[in-house]
């Protein structure tokens, strides 16, 4: 069973360009999340959804940011007219069950950089 | 929803010490705690959980009791080694899964 797996690992996007970030969940889950991670900083909350439905997008900007999990494929996090700060690795998790009592399984992450 | 106070980093060690980080949550009901540790370069990875009160996650030596009354969830290793230089966060389940800001953790030989 693979694990969650993200691509491409490293992306380098120029200013105004579109990024798009990939997230395959493990097999048998239908859970996603999404953050964004500075250099020594923690991890930011950006959205959770589930199959197909945005649970929770509280986390994410009100422009440029989008995600999508469609019912085949891969789960996308999509950054329109990217900006030198945007510039940062962004991971995906994924778990079987609701966040309250089911580990998440994490990818290798993205690491954007916009020049 | 449900959050977590980490003990704040750095944290520098010696290689053998005893480790101690400091985790305490609120929470509605009881959910599962958990420990993720994230390596250099690397996505979180799950270190220990325990779902109940009283419960003991263990793993690498590493150990944590779900402790309902103080409401803390502490991470102990009695002896840490260089390989264990990672950053730490405590989690306990929420609608949502967030983490705080976690514990860096420094090993030195």
């Known amino acids: 069973n693979a694990g969650v797996m993200q691509n491409p690992r490293h992306l380098v996007r120029r200013r105004g360009q579109e990024a798009r970030l990939r997230c395959s969940p493990m097999?048998?889950?239908?859970?996603v999340y999404w953050y964004r991670q500075l250099p020594e900083e923690g991890l930011k909350f950006m959205v959770y959804l589930q199959k197909e439905n945005i649970i929770d997008e509280s986390g994410m900007p009100k422009e440029r940011f989008s995600a999508e999990f469609p019912k085949e494929g891969p789960s996308i996090l999509r950054i329109q007219q990217v900006v030198r700060g945007d510039s940062a690795a962004y991971f995906c998790?994924?778990?079987?069950?609701?966040?309250?009592?089911?580990?998440?399984?994490f990818g290798q992450g993205t690491r954007l950089t916009v020049v | 929803g449900n959050s977590v106070t980490q003990m704040e980093g750095p944290v520098t060690l010696s290689e053998e010490a005893f480790l101690t980080i400091n985790c305490t949550y609120t929470?509605?009901?009881?959910?599962?705690l958990f420990w993720y540790v994230q390596y250099p370069g690397e996505g979180l990875q799950l270190l220990l959980k325990a779902t109940k009160a009283d419960d003991k996650g263990s793993n690498k030596g590493f150990e944590a009791t779900y402790r309902k009354e103080t409401t803390s969830f502490h991470l102990e290793k009695g002896s840490v080694q260089v390989s264990d230089s990672a950053v730490y966060f405590c989690?306990?389940?929420?609608?949502?899964?967030?983490f705080g800001t976690g514990t860096r953790l420094t090993i030195i030989p």
């Open positions: 998790a994924s778990s079987q069950g609701q966040p309250r009592n089911t580990e998440a399984f």
């Open positions: 989690a306990p389940g929420n609608e949502k899964l967030t």
């Open positions: 929470a509605t009901g009881y959910p599962s």
């Open positions: 097999k048998g889950h239908s859970h």
